[in-house]
Antibody
């Protein structure tokens, strides 16, 4: 069974940093591209970042470019999102999601809440 | 403002059919057969219910069907059931190594 479990969310002040993790199991993690998608309270879904299966290709939404960094570790089957210079409008539930191909996110984690507030 | 345009809400009675549209541009929805649809219940993670415009993942009810014409993709739910009441999101490859989402449609089953 495919499982994605996010962790690392919490309350942080504007300008602060946070590192999210996503533990993957039930599939060959190193064979799949992965993404982070977020959802602000009461709002819709917003794609944040993509990383290829090898880790060599990384893409970001304009709203987080230069502040967030996506990475992965095949030894621990984990996906990460390093978030720096956090802003109030980064407040959201962050989901990790598996991508079999561009345009499709076939499995999602349960999400982790990031709150940015003073 | 979302990249793809969906109606904010749709409604229908049990047993009826409804269709949710998702309009993009010739650079995204119109260029690729890479539109997917997600169902989300309050407080839950989204669930894939349609990929590549019209492919239904294993386990998804055949009451759900998808199509695409030009720059607009559509999700049709036939034989509406109360359990279908949820938010629905479309998503497309955006031609710039990104994913574009619609703003979401709240389905109410009356």
């Amino acid at each position: 069974e495919v499982q994605l479990v996010e962790s690392g969310g919490g309350l942080v002040q504007p300008g602060g940093s946070l590192r999210l993790s996503c533990a993957a199991s039930g599939f060959s993690f190193s064979s799949y591209n992965m993404n982070w998608v977020r959802q602000a309270p009461g709002k819709g879904l917003e794609w944040v970042s993509y990383i290829s299966s090898s880790g060599s290709n990384k893409y970001y939404a304009d709203s987080v470019k230069g502040r967030f960094t996506i990475s992965r570790d095949k030894a621990t089957n984990s996906l990460f999102l390093q978030m720096n210079s956090l802003r109030v409008d980064d407040t959201a539930v962050y989901y990790c999601a598996r991508t079999p191909d561009w345009g499709t996110l076939d499995y999602w984690g349960q999400g982790t809440l990031v709150s940015v507030s003073s | 403002q979302s990249a793809l345009t969906q109606p904010a809400s749709v409604s229908g009675s049990p047993g009826q059919s409804i269709t949710i549209s998702c309009t993009g541009t010739s650079s995204d929805v119109g260029s690729y057969n890479l539109v997917s649809w997600y169902q989300q219940y309050p407080g839950k993670a989204p669930k894939l219910i349609m990929s590549e415009s019209s492919k239904r993942p294993s386990g998804v009810s055949n009451r759900f069907s998808g199509s695409k014409s030009g720059n607009t993709a559509s999700l049709t739910i036939s034989g509406l059931q109360t359990e279908d009441e949820a938010d629905y999101y479309c998503c497309s490859y955006g031609d710039n190594y990104d994913f574009l989402f619609g703003g979401g449609t709240k389905l109410t089953v009356l």
